[in-house]
């Protein structure tokens, strides 16, 4: 074993010994166990069920490439020892920094999936194929959120990934829910994570669309609940401006709160770390900041995303 790597053994055995026990307490079976907790050793270690993903964050590690690598293999070996898990299981990513218009695309294309459980509720997953394997566990609380208060209301869901908040909508019992996203490739996993989970039909629509173009539009029908969890940056060839949240993140809000019906609620979240809400600007009735409520306690990073609760006037 690198000399280096025995505190982040010693940690992780740690870690999954505390989170196994909390998680099978609250009945959780996706949850991080390591979160960048050794210097030196910045990862981000999360169980999937039988599924782990690893993703290290980018550094300057100073290490030549072969020496980089053969730190990985160890720390891989490492992770899959004290977690038991098979290396068949175990999926690592490397995270680029975003700088400017950057953007991570796919990492290999082997189409593995996997389903998951949370609350209740089936998800796919596919961790060979992008950064992100597809549920997003970071948003765990906000989903039981937007559940609670789904109950009988209109709900959108604005850049919608693969549909997870749509589908715990739906299971709150949600009179509909449209999930808007660019990507067709995300729409349809989210139908299938709708159809997964029994909701399909025309009372779950999907609608591929640039966003910010599609709240540009008068409104043709307002929702009671809105969910807008947009990329830092997005320069899609097929969006008609590049996205920069900071910069955006009011035009943006103005836009939804004007397909909000009164007194309804939107949701807002950005992993933007440098994020500063312009609340002066933003033409709601209330803008409350959850953040602490929102971020699960598996995250030792409790600035992973900030998170907003606006009411519409």
């Not at 940690?11 to 030196?40: E, F, T």
């Not at 597809?134 to 869901?157: I, Q, W």
């Amino acid at each position: 074993m690198h000399s280096n790597l025995e505190p982040f053994a010693n940690r992780l055995a740690k870690m999954h010994k505390h989170y196994g026990k909390w998680a099978r307490r609250q009945g959780i079976s996706c949850y991080r166990v390591y979160d960048n907790d050794i210097p030196g050793t910045p990862l981000a270690i999360d169980i999937y069920e039988d599924i782990v993903h690893i993703a290290e964050y980018a550094r300057d590690h100073g290490m030549e490439p072969g020496e980089h690598a053969s730190w990985l293999a160890e720390c891989l070996r490492i992770t899959g020892e004290v977690l038991d898990v098979p290396p068949e299981r175990l999926f690592l990513k490397y995270r680029q920094r975003q700088k400017g218009l950057k953007q991570y695309d796919r990492f290999a294309r082997s189409g593995q999936e996997y389903i998951v459980r949370e609350g209740g509720l089936r998800f796919i997953i596919r961790p060979a194929d992008y950064l992100d394997v597809g549920l997003f566990l970071d948003h765990r609380n906000t989903r039981s959120m937007v559940r609670a208060g789904s109950e009988g209301k209109r709900v959108l869901n604005l850049f919608c990934y693969t549909g997870s908040f749509s589908a715990y909508a739906a299971a709150g019992g949600a009179a509909e829910t449209l999930s808007v996203d660019l990507s067709n490739t995300y729409l349809q996993w989210a139908d299938r994570n709708l159809d997964l989970n029994g909701f399909s039909g025309k009372t779950h629509r999907l609608l591929q669309a640039d966003v910010l173009a599609w709240l540009e539009q008068p409104p043709r029908e307002l929702f009671d609940l809105i969910v807008i969890d947009p990329p830092t940056f997005s320069n899609s060839k097929r969006m008609q401006s590049v996205l920069d949240i900071q910069r955006d993140h009011v035009m943006l809000l103005n836009r939804a709160l004007r397909h909000c019906a009164p007194g309804g609620t939107v949701y807002f979240s950005t992993n933007f770390r440098k994020f500063r809400m312009w609340e002066s600007e933003i033409r709601a009735a209330a803008i409350d900041d959850i953040s602490k409520k929102t971020v699960p306690e598996d995250f030792r990073n409790k600035k992973i995303h900030q998170c907003f609760r606006l009411t519409a006037p």
